[in-house]
């Protein structure tokens, strides 16, 4: 019986990708670095330090982890600034009839992001009531595709895996919940998430009646 939703939040909730991807070229440009759409999409639904760390690896960059930590940090900057642009306007569409409805129909909601910035982003969206609990990039040590942050936000809603379902739209997150033992659902291209138990191109398509209908002997 599914009890509770666990999103992620950049592509299902909100997309900040834009702001994440002219952070990571401000930087790349500063540092001489190769840095394009391509390598962009390899640091879908990882870390910060993972994204430093494969930046660096495709320029083939000889750098500490200390000074990576500091990169990874003014990287954050850049980001954290463009955030104070975001609003309530910026809900990915569908995304804020769906919270709205689970919390009509009693479900239990969690963020699983791996973002360090996700209450930031939560609070800019003015998001933040339609969660019960967030786990986010500081409360666990492993990163997606470990399942840690999706085991983190079920416990918070005091759920097992199996009587949740996660929302995601990177390959790395579908990944990590189908590793976890939870139902799954992929947002986005079946190249990228078409693993998932279910998949929807976008968040428009995926309704509380979809999602019901596609996981009929789990309601």
């Known amino acids: ?17 834009e702001q994440h991807f002219e952070a990571w070229k ?13 390598v ?12 430093i760390n494969i930046i660096k690896d ?18 954050n900057n850049y980001y954290k600034e463009a955030l104070k642009e975001l609003s309530q306007d910026d809900f990915l569409p569908g995304a804020k009839e769906l919270l709205i409805h689970l919390k009509r129909e009693g479900f239990k909601v969690a963020l699983g ?7 930031t982003v939560l609070s800019q969206l003015q998001a933040t009531p339609y969660f019960d609990a967030v786990a986010d990039g500081n409360s666990t040590k492993r990163s997606k595709p470990e399942p840690d942050i ?14 949740c ?11 990590a919940a189908k590793k976890g033992g939870f139902h799954s ?29 596609s996981f009929k002997n789990l309601f």
């Open 58 to 75: 495709h320029n083939k960059a000889n750098v500490d982890e200390d000074t990576l930590f500091h990169l990874a940090e003014k990287k």
């Open 1 to 17: 019986m599914i009890k509770g939703f666990i999103f992620d939040l950049d592509g299902v909730i909100t997309d900040t990708a």
């Open 26 to 38: 401000k930087l790349a440009d500063e540092l001489g670095w190769i840095f394009d759409r391509k």
């Open 40 to 51: 962009n999409e390899k640091l879908r639904g990882v870390s910060r330090m993972a994204s």
């Open 185 to 213: 659902v992929g947002i986005g291209p079946k190249g990228r998430v078409g693993h998932a138990d279910v998949r929807f191109e976008t968040m428009k398509e995926a309704t509380l009646f979809a999602v019901k209908s």
């Open 113 to 119: 992001s791996s973002s360090k910035n996700a209450k």
């Open 150 to 163: 999706f085991l983190f936000g079920a416990k918070a809603l005091k759920l097992k895996p199996e009587e």
């Open 165 to 175: 379902i996660v929302f995601e739209d990177a390959e790395s997150g579908v990944d």
